[in-house]
């Protein structure tokens, strides 16, 4: 377990304000991944980030963005909240060379 | 463009029996492929895993197969046990970064 924390686990908002989730890792991983899981379309990358102020867009990064200022945080911010963008939001992180990725337990985003 | 296809949605098999799980994949640069298994209300956790300079891999009750020229891999699950019913995805990376991730089989193992 590379002790992921995700928050808030659950979430309601209202299309149009802006939402931020949070990530902390205390493992010293250096990658980190933002996904959303919807039916029928698995786990998407929205973002990833190999260190710290690096970071790059995913397959679904349109309306997203993220920010990474230390090791042990990757936040993934919704702009401007959409409908469409309701969605259970994972984070991961990885060792470069190792096979494996840790995930969080998912955050719920319910946009309304 | 979904670089990483699950086509069968949901299995169910009987306790004891084989389950094989199968996942095809489009972009010919992956060379790491993995088994994610997912259980409701929980992350995603590790499985399996097969690089590209093998055909198959063992873990126990857990089999990996990879077939590169087919652009095709399964998991095979021996004999099969209740606690396996989950969901499960199927990964695949380039050197070992940023995984694409197929959209996953239910599987269902009936007691």
């Known amino acids: 377990d590379a002790g992921i924390t995700q928050s808030p686990r659950h979430k309601v908002t209202e299309t149009g304000t802006p939402v931020t989730l949070r990530c902390h890792q205390t493992e010293n991983h250096r990658y980190m991944y933002w996904y959303r899981q919807d039916p029928g379309h698995g786990l998407r990358l929205i973002h990833y980030?190999?260190?710290?102020?690096?970071?790059d867009k995913g397959e679904v990064s349109d309306g997203y963005s993220v920010s990474r200022s230390k090791t042990e945080d990757f936040l993934l911010t919704l702009e401007s909240a959409t409908s469409s963008q309701t969605s259970v939001y994972f984070c991961?992180?990885?060792?470069?060379?190792?096979?494996?990725?840790?995930f969080g337990q998912g955050t719920r985003l319910t946009v309304v | 463009d979904q670089q990483v296809k699950q086509n069968s949605p949901s299995l169910s098999v009987q306790e004891g029996r084989i389950s094989i799980l199968n996942c095809d994949y489009t972009?010919?640069?992956?060379?790491?492929f993995l088994w994610y298994k997912k259980y409701p209300a929980e992350g995603p956790t590790f499985l399996i895993s097969i690089s590209s300079i093998k055909d198959k891999n063992e873990d126990g009750r857990f089999t990996v197969f990879l077939n590169k020229s087919a652009k095709h891999l399964s998991l095979h699950i021996v004999p099969s046990q209740p606690g396996d019913s989950a969901v499960y995805f199927c990964?695949?990376?380039?050197?070992?970064?940023?995984?694409?991730f197929g959209a996953g089989t239910r599987l269902t193992v009936k007691p």
């Open positions: 990964a695949a990376s380039e050197r070992n970064n940023d995984m694409r």
């Open positions: 991961a992180t990885q060792e470069p060379g190792d096979s494996e990725a840790f």
């Open positions: 980030s190999y260190g710290v102020k690096d970071t």
């Open positions: 972009n010919s640069m992956f060379d790491y």
